[in-house]
């Protein structure tokens, strides 16, 4: 099993920038392959962006392309979201996911199996 915790969320002004981070313990961090889904406001929880085991491959839902960035730190034992241009259609509780699934559709949550507890982000016009 993997053990998620997510930190770096917070209040922040339309059109500034937030570095969440998930530091990950437990098994080998590179077996997993790592999401993040947030959940809006009142909202269903939806895929935000994914990275490979490696880091080689990386996806993103359409609202946060270009201004979002999903990377990882495999000797750190971390993933980030990198969150620029922030809009406050991005206020939500952010959540890292994990999955050891050799074959997954990678916005669909029930793919993966370890999750966060989430962190707040709220952004403000």
């Avoid at 969150?83 to 206020?91: F, G, Q």
Wanted: glycine residues 10%.
């Amino acid at each position: 099993q993997v053990q998620l915790v997510e930190s770096g969320g917070g209040l922040v002004q339309a059109g500034g920038s937030l570095r969440l981070s998930c530091a990950a313990s437990g098994r080998t961090f590179s077996s997993y392959a790592m999401a993040w889904f947030r959940q809006p406001p009142g909202k269903e929880r939806e895929f935000v962006a994914h990275i490979s085991r490696s880091g080689g491959n990386t996806y993103y839902v359409d609202s946060v392309k270009g201004r979002f960035t999903i990377s990882r730190d495999n000797a750190k034992n971390t993933v980030y979201l990198q969150m620029n241009s922030l809009k406050p259609e991005d206020t939500a509780v952010y959540y890292c996911s994990a999955t050891e699934r050799l074959v997954v559709i990678y916005y669909y949550e029930r793919y993966y199996d370890y999750w966060g507890q989430g962190t707040q982000v709220t952004v403000s016009s």
